[in-house]
Each structure stands twice: as C-alpha cells, then as structure tokens.
C-alpha cells in the first residue's frame, strides 16, 4: 500500500506542475462562460503552454487512477494533498504572489495530516463494495452545495466559487474513477466493453471538464495560491467523506491509529475553511515574472 500512496504523491506533483503551467497562461486567455464555453475550451487547447499543462496533468491523472485502483480512496485522497506545498512555492516565486499567516498554517495543517495519515498505515484499513445510490446522493447534495456558492455575487466575482465548484467535482471524479475501477475488476469480458458499458466512466469525464473548466476561471479571478490549495483540499475531502460513505471505508480497530486517521482528515477541512476565509481578488494588473512575459501566439 505504501508504493501505491507514494504514486498518489508523485501524482499531485505533476497535476502541480500542470495547473503552474495553465495558470500561466490565465491572463493571455479569455474565461469560459455562457454559450462561449465550447469554443472557449477549443481556444484554450489551442495554446501550446496550456495544453502542455493538460498533458502533464493527464500523466499525474494517471498515476492518481493507478494509486486509486489499489489503495482506499480516503488515503489516497489525503496524501494527494502534496502538491499544494509545490504549488504555493511556485507561485510565491513565478507569480509575485505572497501566502499571509493564517494561509501558511492551512498548508501546515495539510502536511501535518500526511503525516498522520503516513503513521497510521501499519494498521491497514477495510473497504466494503460501492453503494451506488449513496454516491448518487452524495453527488447531488455535493452539487447544490456547488450552485449556492455561485448564487453568492461575493464568491463568484472573488473567484472562490469558481474554486470551490471546481473542488467538488474533482473530488466527485476521484469517487467515479474508484467506482469505475472496482467495477472493471470485477467484471468479466473484454476490457473496452466493461469500460464502455459502465456509466461511471461518462460520470468521470464530466466532472473532470466541468472542474478544469472551473478552476481555469478561477485562474483569472483570484490568486492561484488561494484558489488551487482550495480547490485541492476540497476535491481530496469529497473523497474522504465519500469514501466513508459509498465505499464502507471503516477507521481501523486500533484506537491510536483511528485517532491519528481522524485529525489528518479533520485537518484537510480545517484547512480547506482557512484557506476559503483567506480569499483575495486579483489586482486589475499583475506583476508575475510569467505574465509580464509576451503572450505565446
């Protein structure tokens, strides 16, 4: 288990590195919204910068569904949160952005719940089969939840619904790619049928367009260093609540060790809610070192 959750670090890693690069390019490319969705989307694939980023994304996505296949979702979910301290150092540094003290204390408590999490493992975990009208549920309450943030004018024009929005259907993706993958292994016949014929895999995809959607507008709205470790915490936290849920992921009879996996997911919302009351726009001109760079034609 340990390899596998390993492989969910270098996973957040490379989505890391991937969302730098799209965020490079958030003040050279128009937002997303209405009608213009579709050819928005179409303009943004056409620039190499940002479509690089999707790919390295793509890879890191990759190693997530292999870690996921393996491990239980609501570890997997916490120790994908690594990628949020690579981030916040690249933004300081290319972006000109700053972390304040209270946004510093919620990477802390991140890490601090990896931790945990890392000491714990020695005593294992169980995990039951999908209950699916749970996840259905989960998804439904998880999406009026995502609509009341937009129908906030304050969180819309600060970029943070955009964010959270954008959290909650990664997260939910991250529950579709477990139920996807339990359902393949269990199947019989040709793999590109199993894959085909199951509707979590068209679940999957959706919530992960609808999320990059979102998060690359929040891009241009708000600081990357609010916004990513935001929308990180939570796609990892639907996981670990929906892991519990659907998946009968229990906490293991140790006491010490349920004790220890109980702060480090309790940490991940603590943290997620500093980083949420830490919102700041963006100033009308930035003063990053990429994007005083010339845009890429």
């Known amino acids: 288990m340990l390899l596998y959750l390993l ?4 996973a957040s890693t490379l989505l890391a590195i991937g969302l730098l690069m799209m965020k490079s390019r958030a003040a050279f490319l128009p937002a997303a919204r209405g009608f213009a969705i579709v ?4 303009t943004w694939l056409r620039d190499p910068v940002w479509l690089g980023g999707m790919l390295v994304q793509t890879a890191g996505w990759s190693l997530y ?12 979910a916490v120790m994908m949160q690594g990628g949020i301290a690579l981030f916040v150092l690249c933004s300081a540094f290319f972006f000109g952005e700053r972390a304040r003290l209270v946004e510093w204390v919620g990477i802390a408590a991140i890490v601090c719940g990896m931790i945990l999490l890392s000491v714990s493992l020695s005593a294992g975990t169980s995990q039951g089969e999908i209950d699916n009208r ?4 989960l998804s439904v309450v998880l999406g009026l939840v ?3 943030g937009f129908a906030r004018r304050d969180l819309a024009r600060s970029g943070v619904a ?5 959290g909650i259907a990664f997260g939910l993706a991250g529950l579709y790619t477990k139920a996807t993958t339990d359902a393949v292994a269990a199947g019989s016949g040709a793999l590109v049928i199993l894959i085909i014929a199951n509707p979590w895999v068209y679940a999957m995809m959706a919530a992960n367009i609808s999320g990059m959607i979102m998060l690359q507008n929040s891009f241009q709205q708000a600081r990357a260093i609010i916004t990513m470790p935001l929308s990180s915490a939570l796609s990892n936290l639907v996981p670990i609540a929906g892991g ?9 009879k140790d006491h010490v060790a349920a004790m220890m996996r ?7 919302i603590v943290a997620s809610t500093m980083l949420a009351a830490s919102q700041e726009s963006l100033p009308a001109s930035g003063d990053s070192l990429l994007e005083k760079a010339d845009p890429i034609s």
């Open 262 to 268: 109980v702060a480090a997911f309790s940490l991940t």
């Open 244 to 252: 519990m849920l659907a998946f009968g992921e229990n906490l293991p």
């Open 65 to 76: 569904v292999t870690a996921v296949s393996h491990a239980p979702v609501s570890m997997v």
């Open 7 to 10: 492989l969910a670090v270098a």
């Open 162 to 166: 955009q964010a959270v929005g954008s």
């Open 146 to 148: 995502a609509v009341a």
């Open 134 to 137: 749970r996840v259905i549920f």
């Open 39 to 42: 050819s928005t989307v179409f």
